[in-house]
């Protein structure tokens, strides 16, 4: 599809469903798939932090891809993600994932080499599609320790200037991403990566979104941001502190708690892949809980 023109933009890292055997359970992405279709999400972002991506092959990232295409038809936008500090294996893996259907690059700020713009000089031109920068530098950690800045607010808009790029997806330091919003162009986008900050984005001049949430909660993530940019502030932060609970709890528990939540809304999620655990009777009794505050559950 075209990529989007009107914002906000709402995407969604995706969760990938294993089966009992520890293989991916291609016909339950399918199923999620379908049902996503059906929701504001703007696009979906494969091979993430939420869908397990250190968890999967190569093989397995192609066949993500190509198994969630052939259910879009190209009716949503189809993100794939790159976490490699190397160039040539960054090029290498991010033109298979276009040739599978990938119509965006999602690349993770390196976090294995000190000369990140010679990184970005060399990938950014040469990929075949538009190329979204996410600053997530410990990816799954974030809730539990602070996150070191992965660049110079200056040097990140350097290399959002670039001609072939979409747009960045913030962190969760919204002090630094302030700072860093001066230096990006209006012609780029400029995303919030967490559910809870949704508002707060919107307060730092945000006009899209990336986030766990809007798996669970597509329409409650969209409506935030949308009233948000309106001027309709009492009626986003309203949604916002409904979904604030919800948030918390399905990411303390990471891609396991994203599995229980859309198990719970009738999703076919699965479960992690070995040696991860999945939720325990009470992470469900407490993501149930954070359900039900979000009015996504009786």
């Not at 009992?20 to 049902?35: L, Y």
């Not at 972002?45 to 879009?72: K, M, P």
């Not at 976490?83 to 999602?106: K, M, Q, Y």
């Amino acid at each position: 599809m075209a990529i989007p023109q009107q914002d906000p933009i709402i995407v969604a890292p995706s969760p990938t469903p294993f089966r009992h055997d520890d293989k991916v359970d291609f016909p339950a992405i399918e199923h999620n798939v379908a049902r996503w279709m059906k929701t504001p999400l703007s696009g979906f972002v494969l091979n993430s932090e939420n869908g397990e991506e250190a968890f999967l092959s190569e093989s397995d990232r192609l066949e993500i891809i190509r198994t969630v295409q052939c259910v879009n038809q190209g009716q949503k936008l189809l993100i794939a993600g790159v976490d490699s500090p190397s160039t040539s294996e960054t090029l290498r893996i991010a033109n298979r994932f276009v040739e599978a259907g990938a119509e965006l690059i999602r690349i993770r700020i390196p976090r294995l080499t000190a000369n990140i713009d010679d990184y970005f000089s060399a990938v950014i031109p040469r990929i075949e599609v538009p190329v979204l920068i996410i600053h997530q530098m410990m990816p799954g950690t974030f809730l539990s320790t602070s996150t070191p800045a992965g660049a110079e607010a200056e040097q990140i808009g350097t290399w959002l200037a670039q001609e072939n790029v979409f747009g960045y997806i913030a962190s969760a330091d919204l002090r630094f991403e302030a700072r860093v919003r001066r230096f990006v162009s209006t012609s780029k986008r400029f995303w919030i990566g967490n559910g809870s900050l949704l508002l707060a984005g919107v307060m730092l001049g945000a006009d899209g979104a990336c986030m766990m949430l809007g798996n669970i909660a597509p329409r409650e993530c969209y409506d935030i941001m949308h009233s948000g940019m309106t001027g309709h502030l009492d009626q986003a932060r309203a949604i916002q502190d409904r979904v604030l609970e919800l948030d918390w709890q399905v990411l303390t528990r990471r891609a396991a708690g994203l599995k229980a939540a859309l198990q719970l809304l009738g999703f076919e999620s699965g479960l992690p892949r070995a040696p991860s655990l999945a939720c325990n009777p009470q992470d469900i009794q407490q993501i149930q809980a954070g359900m039900r505050l979000a009015r996504l559950i009786a």
